[in-house]
């Protein structure tokens, strides 16, 4: 017999944006990526239903609303209707709504909460407790109550790890895909001297570039030897090009030949190439909802 494929469970998102896009700002200092975010959930559950929260007369949020209609038009705003009020409202529209929901639909099996405010506890509970509901909430890493996080049947925090390291994999790729093309046949990439040579190029942090270094060897995207050269022990790279390719962290180059590379003379293991022109970023596959 074969395998019976196990169905999704139904899932309804309520997203307080505010948080999402002032906490990303404000700490990492980037801007949500609504459909990569999607695309994490349905590998998940069947999204059926999502719902955007925020005071959009702030002109950052604002500015964000062509995006959000990529995917819902369930835009709620949520200003304060008195002008001499600083008040956020956005917390109490989005429970209303969040237990209109509960009431109302009983066809929804997951709810999952975008929001870092322990204010949302209570509800969280009152799903799991009362409504025996599946509550999945996702947070921006550093302004996540903890308390929430242990209500929650699942938590996850935003960026991941591998979020964060995604602009040093591609310093990484580039450094190395450069020496591979400039290298002598009786020389090879190590692992310490790609850490220097990254490092030393972009200015970055040499422990994030060695961490992001070890984290694609452990993720089999490159290959570690060791090699004894000159009564010493040498650590070698080998990358997986088509691994990289398959997962979409490199694209590949075009038949004429090497999208950025130009073939100079170079001392092994210290140049990186001039950014003359820029590698096309990782193609966008992101599953747009049906418009409401």
């Not at 040499?206 to 490159?222: E, M, T």
Request: glycine share 4%; proline share 4%.
């Amino acid at each position: 017999m074969g395998l019976i494929n196990k169905k999704k469970l139904r899932a309804a998102a309520f997203i307080d944006f505010e948080h999402w896009y002032i906490s990303m700002e404000k700490i990492y200092r980037k801007k949500p990526d609504i459909g990569a975010w999607i695309d994490m959930i349905n590998e998940r559950a069947d999204l059926r239903e999502i719902t955007f929260f925020a005071d959009f007369s702030n002109p950052s949020l604002n500015k964000e609303i062509s995006k959000i209609r990529e995917y819902t038009n369930k835009i709620v705003e949520t200003k304060n209707p008195n002008p001499h009020s600083e008040k956020d409202f956005t917390d109490f529209i989005m429970l209303d709504h969040i237990y209109q929901k509960a009431f109302a639909d009983d066809n929804t099996d997951i709810f999952i909460l975008f929001t870092g405010d322990a204010h949302f506890n209570s509800v969280v509970a009152f799903l799991k407790t009362i409504c025996r509901k599946q509550v999945g909430v996702y947070g921006v890493k550093g302004a996540f109550s903890s308390q929430l996080k242990s209500t929650a049947s699942w938590w996850v925090e935003l960026p991941t790890d591998s979020d964060l390291l995604k602009p040093y994999y591609d310093m990484i790729l580039k450094n190395i895909r450069y020496l591979e093309h400039n290298l002598k046949p009786n020389q090879n990439v190590t692992f310490i001297n790609t850490v220097n040579s990254v490092s030393e190029h972009y200015s970055a942090d040499k422990q994030k570039v060695r961490g992001a270094l070890q984290s694609l060897i452990d993720n089999g995207y490159i290959e570690s030897h060791e090699e004894k050269s000159h009564r010493k022990m040498t650590v070698t790279l080998k990358t997986n090009w088509d691994k990289l390719i398959a997962d979409g962290l490199w694209v590949a180059e075009s038949l004429s030949g090497n999208l950025f590379i130009k073939k100079t003379t170079v001392t092994p293991q210290t140049e990186v190439p001039q950014k003359k022109r820029k590698a096309p970023s990782k193609p966008r596959r992101y599953k747009k909802t049906s418009k409401a």
